[in-house]
């Protein structure tokens, strides 16, 4: 078998999947911790078109909340905070015990600290001008 390497930005959801399940599983054997539970909360309307969302892994008695984003109209009116209270809630039933996520100093960080996250780590100058900021809470 002759193996090479392919960069494909915009490759299939199916591969992406594939690798994302080969860690998963990796992880999970290598821990003996097989209760991977992903959480997909969306914002539609009423004709069932996509406004936003959040997506969330548990696994190790962690949640990872991965992405929230919402349309520019939707914000400020309380769907961020129901979003992570529904996720929270969720990995509470899960058994997780924490939660950590990630955000941009041009994003979300005091939204995050009002719902009692704190921040852990800092990248500064990622983007050059800007700090990537690592944040947990104790569910």
Same mark, same amino acid.
């Given at each position: 078998?002759?193996?090479?390497?392919?960069?494909?930005? +915009?490759? @299939?959801?199916? %591969?992406?999947?594939?690798?994302?399940?080969?860690?998963?599983?990796?992880?999970?054997? @290598? +821990?003996? %911790?097989?209760?991977?539970?992903?959480?997909?909360?969306?914002?539609? %309307?009423?004709?069932?078109?996509? &406004?936003?969302? =959040?997506? @969330?892994?548990?696994?190790?008695?962690?949640?990872?909340?991965? =992405?929230?984003?919402?349309?520019?109209?939707?914000?400020? &009116?309380? !769907?961020?905070?129901?979003?992570?209270?529904?996720?929270?809630?969720?990995?509470?039933?899960?058994?997780?015990?924490?939660?950590?996520?990630?955000? !941009?100093?041009?994003?979300?960080?005091?939204?995050?600290?009002?719902?009692?996250?704190?921040? #852990?780590?800092?990248?500064?100058?990622?983007?050059?001008? !800007? +700090?990537? !900021? #690592?944040?947990?809470?104790? =569910?």
């Amino acid at each position: 078998m002759e193996i090479h390497i392919s960069s494909e930005p +915009t490759a @299939a959801n199916a %591969d992406v999947d594939f690798i994302e399940n080969g860690i998963n599983e990796y992880n999970m054997a @290598a +821990t003996g %911790d097989r209760n991977y539970h992903p959480i997909k909360l969306f914002l539609r %309307d009423e004709n069932g078109q996509l &406004h936003g969302g =959040l997506i @969330a892994h548990l696994w190790g008695s962690w949640m990872y909340i991965e =992405l929230v984003w919402m349309e520019e109209s939707l914000r400020g &009116h309380d !769907y961020g905070t129901q979003l992570i209270q529904m996720a929270e809630a969720e990995a509470r039933i899960q058994g997780c015990r924490n939660c950590h996520l990630d955000t !941009y100093s041009f994003q979300a960080r005091p939204f995050y600290e009002k719902l009692g996250y704190q921040v #852990y780590a800092e990248l500064p100058d990622y983007p050059p001008g !800007y +700090t990537r !900021y #690592y944040l947990r809470k104790v =569910l």
